[in-house]
């Protein structure tokens, strides 16, 4: 059987185009060394005439942010009924929304950082000193603000201060119209892999990320050498198995395909807490996902390879 003809989508118009990008040149390299055909497609006004016009065996969605985990694309890849790799649009849509994702988290059994989530709008309407002032009396301090979507921690801030709050919430605004204000929880972090087998989906090892500056914020993710990363995680093993067991149940709860990303923090105690799940994890030179395929004795290009298969088969 001939090797598939992969599209890999990355780009787009989010706030993390960037980051796409560097995942999707990283991905492409990695499949053209296992002898397949990659095409490399911005995802713009121009995808849907290329898919229809070139018809790949299978596209990869290497996208970050926005379109590409909300869902959009892939019910766009699902209309013209491209084969591809990852997360249907239904599960995309059950883990892009953060409050959602928690919720239904909790309800299943797990752990994870008390938290509100407000729009924008309830602050003008009813006064943001009050709602501030209750957040505050509800969760206590330290708490992170976060965009209720997106990724790459953009607009995440975290408040040791109360007068502190109103700036953080602007800058937190500033990404999207409604925030998730969550308690915050000192202890290690971590971030899980699970990729889907034959035998179905199962955690890599855990990678244990330590910032330099305390917060896993934007800069500390994308800027080499501002955090260490242990591959595997300094974690004993029943902790180990705890957060890959967190990790795919949280892929599983969600409906998530293929492969994802579950990031959790672990208390002194050993409690392990579920933060978010990432349908499209990144792929770039300091990201996660990479160094657990490392970890687990396995490649970036042998493991999206198998996922190509995978989805092509899923079409036929």
């Not at 018809?55 to 013209?80: C, F, I, R, Y």
């Not at 067991?245 to 208390?267: Q, Y």
């Amino acid at each position: 059987m001939a090797e598939p003809t992969v599209a890999v989508l990355a780009g787009g118009l989010s706030h993390e185009r960037e980051v796409s990008l560097r995942s999707g040149r990283r991905l492409s390299v990695a499949l053209r060394e296992e002898g397949l055909t990659v095409r490399e497609w911005d995802t713009d006004s121009g995808l849907l005439d290329r898919l229809k016009a070139e018809k790949p065996d299978a596209a990869v969605v290497a996208l970050h942010g926005g379109e590409g985990e909300n869902g959009s694309v892939q019910t766009v890849l699902e209309m013209l009924g491209v084969p591809f790799v990852g997360t249907s649009s239904d599960g995309c849509r059950r883990a892009w929304d953060k409050p959602i994702a928690k919720a239904l988290a909790a309800e299943a059994g797990f752990t994870t950082p008390e938290w509100v989530s407000l729009p924008h709008s309830t602050f003008r309407e009813l006064g943001a000193r009050q709602v501030l002032d209750a957040m505050v009396e509800r969760l206590g301090l330290p708490l992170i603000l976060k965009p209720d979507q997106g990724g790459s921690a953009l607009g995440a801030q975290v408040v040791r201060d109360a007068a502190d709050l109103p700036a953080a919430m602007v800058g937190c605004f500033a990404y999207g119209d409604t925030v998730l204000a969550e308690r915050l929880v000192d202890g290690v972090e971590v971030s899980v892999t699970v990729v889907e087998r034959d035998g179905g989906p199962e955690a890599l090892p855990a990678v244990e990320i330590v910032p330099e500056g305390g917060v896993y914020d934007y800069t500390a993710r994308y800027t080499a050498g501002l955090t260490d990363f242990f591959a595997p995680a300094r974690l004993t093993e029943d902790t180990a198995a705890a957060v890959g067991e967190l990790a795919v149940g949280a892929h599983t709860l969600l409906g998530l395909r293929d492969i994802s990303r579950t990031d959790a923090m672990i208390t002194a105690d050993g409690t392990v807490h579920f933060l978010e799940v990432n349908s499209s994890p990144g792929l770039t030179e300091t990201s996660t996902v990479p160094m657990a395929l490392e970890a687990a004795g396995t490649s970036l290009g042998g493991v999206f390879a198998d996922l190509v298969q995978r989805a092509v088969a899923r079409a036929s």
